[in-house]
């Protein structure tokens, strides 16, 4: 059980196109989703944390109205990156908690690599 | 504020030995948690071990156990017995009321 899930795996994009990632909770109801971002080689940097139903709350520094994120059910969240250019590619990580009040537990997914030409 | 430090970059462990990797931590937050985590090759972030904080006893899963010295703020992961199938990045994390933060990781070789 817990199992989460990322689409897609990898895409390639243009320069000022927009793309967007879809994470998914296949077997539980997700409350909360993170997003994460890893550079090559470096950690996970959390970008923003959604509620169900809420107005994601972004991580100081990450342009909200350059990574959208919309978490309109219990078990699907997405972000997209608009107007993406090259110093976005990296690799996005989502994760997500079952439980609204404890944040103890978080299933992550396989995450997307972006690439932007 | 919460930070997590891990000082070794690499670290590199013969087939069938014990290697412990190092984790220190900084929280303002009375309740916390702490975990380790591995991210092999496909990049899948896997949870290996997790430790509350109120809890005086180490954490154990199998071949793995945490060495959680809570006034020193030191959180370190013990792999027994390693195996081939244990190389990958490990990641010290800590968790408050919200948000996961991870150390800059551990990339750990198992020599055949």
């Known amino acids: 059980g817990a199992v989460v899930s990322q689409h897609p795996s990898w895409v390639i994009c243009k320069s000022g196109t927009s793309v967007k990632i879809e994470c998914r909770s296949l077997d539980f109801q997700a409350t909360t989703m993170f997003w994460y971002r890893q550079f090559p080689k470096q950690s996970l940097m959390l970008m923003a944390t959604?509620?169900?139903?809420?107005?994601?709350?972004?991580e100081q520094g990450v342009e909200k109205d350059k990574f959208l994120i919309n978490h309109a059910s219990l078990t699907l969240s997405t972000l997209t990156v608009t107007s993406a250019h090259p110093e976005d590619s990296s690799f996005y990580i989502c994760?997500?908690?079952?439980?609204?009040?404890?944040?103890?537990?978080?299933?992550f997914g396989p995450g997307t690599r972006l690439t932007v030409l | 504020a919460q930070t997590v430090t891990q000082s070794q970059p690499e670290m590199s462990v013969q087939e069938a030995e014990t290697v412990t990797l190092s984790c220190t931590y900084d929280?303002?937050?009375?309740?916390?948690?702490l975990f380790w985590y591995k991210q092999p090759p496909s990049r899948q972030m896997i949870l290996v071990i997790r430790q509350e904080a109120y809890k005086q006893q180490n954490a154990t899963e199998n071949r793995f156990s945490v060495n959680f010295q809570k006034a020193a703020k030191s959180f370190s992961l013990k792999i027994s017995d390693s195996q081939l199938g244990d190389a990958a990045m490990y990641f010290c994390a800590s968790m408050g009321a919200n948000n996961l933060f991870f150390g800059t990781g551990t990339r750990l070789t198992v020599i055949p």
């Open positions: 929280t303002s937050e009375s309740d916390y948690y």
């Open positions: 994760s997500a908690s079952p439980d609204r009040t404890t944040y103890n537990e978080q299933f």
């Open positions: 959604s509620n169900e139903g809420s107005k994601a709350t972004y």
